[in-house]
Nanobody
Framework: QVQLVESGGGLVQPGGSLRLSCAVS????????LGWFRQGPGKEREFVAR????????VYAESVKGRFTLSKDNNKGTVNLQMNSLKSEDTAKYYC??????????????WGQGTQVTVSS
């Protein structure tokens, strides 16, 4: 059974940083594309970043490119999202995901419960 458990969300000022982490099994990491989606207030759920089972390629949404870095550590069983230069528009509930290669919600097969990120002064 695939289980995804997010942590690391919180409140941060604009320009600040947060690091999200998602606990995954070795099997999940090796078989599925892993990544993050988010859903802000009054918005549709949207793709943020994804990483292939082999660790490459890594794809980012244009809105976060250059600010966010996705990585995974198979030994520790984690998928991480380092978020720098945060903006108010990054405020959302962030979901760890496992699925097939793609940026659509329909490409996701498994969802974490989500962790809230709030960017505000």
């Amino acid at each position: 059974q695939v289980q995804l458990v997010e942590s690391g969300g919180g409140l941060v000022q604009p320009g600040g940083s947060l690091r999200l982490s998602c606990a995954v099994s070795e099997r999940t990491s090796s078989y599925y594309t892993l990544g993050w989606f988010r859903q802000g207030p009054g918005k549709e759920r949207e793709f943020v970043a994804r990483i292939a089972p082999s660790g490459a390629p890594i794809v980012y949404a244009e809105s976060v490119k250059g600010r966010f870095t996705l990585s995974k550590d198979n030994n520790k069983g984690t998928v991480n999202l380092q978020m720098n230069s945060l903006k108010s528009e990054d405020t959302a509930k962030y979901y760890c995901t496992a699925g097939t290669w793609g940026s659509k919600v329909s490409d996701v097969r498994y969802w974490g419960q989500g962790t809230q990120v709030t960017v505000s002064s």
